[in-house]
């Protein structure tokens, strides 16, 4: 059986496994904030500096990334094209400030991330298993899917 719910885990989608496993490292509110700050920046940041460091580099991640979204949801795999998109405009905007911006920014968000497993008193999930980095986004996102009344 799946530890968040009643479902057993092999006859659940891999989408609510993911995000399932992850909740359970992010459950004190305070570390949820955190990540709801922290996450979107890290993207953010770490497309910039692929970005300094070849643009073609960044665009191959993010095509990469989204062919794994697409294999999860398809309403996820679409939500996260637009943030992408919004992530890629900021990107732009930042010009030759770009990579002083995004190490400064990239450094703090790791830094309230680790704060916040501290406070939560979990290790962050990616320890476990590195394609949790990319189901960080998708955790951040949940909410807003819910809120819409969107499945995924």
């Known amino acids: 059986m799946d530890t968040v719910n009643d479902t057993p885990a092999?006859?659940?989608r891999r989408i609510d496994q993911?995000?399932?496993?992850y909740s359970l490292s992010h459950q004190h509110p305070v570390n949820e904030r955190i990540h709801?700050?922290?996450?979107?920046?890290?993207?953010?940041?770490?497309?910039?500096?692929m970005f300094e460091l070849h643009?073609?580099?960044?665009?191959?991640?993010?095509?990469?990334?989204?062919?794994?979204?697409l294999r999860l949801s398809l309403v996820f795999s679409g939500v996260m094209a637009a943030w992408t998109g919004l992530?890629?405009?900021?990107?732009?905007?930042?010009?030759?400030h770009r990579l002083l911006i995004c190490v400064s920014v990239f450094v703090g968000a790791w830094v309230l991330q680790f704060i916040g497993h501290k406070i939560e008193g979990q290790k962050p999930s990616f320890f476990e298993d590195v394609q949790y980095l990319w189901v960080g986004p998708l955790?951040?996102?949940?909410?807003?899917?819910?809120?819409?009344?969107?499945?995924w």
């Open 87 to 96: 992530m890629l405009v900021l990107v732009h905007a930042m010009s030759e």
């Open 139 to 151: 955790f951040v996102l949940r909410p807003l899917l819910v809120r819409f009344k969107l499945t």
């Open 18 to 21: 993911l995000l399932d496993h």
């Open 55 to 69: 643009p073609a580099l960044a665009y191959v991640f993010l095509a990469a990334s989204m062919v794994y979204y």
């Open 36 to 49: 709801f700050l922290a996450v979107p920046l890290i993207m953010l940041t770490l497309i910039g500096l």
């Open 10 to 12: 092999e006859t659940r």
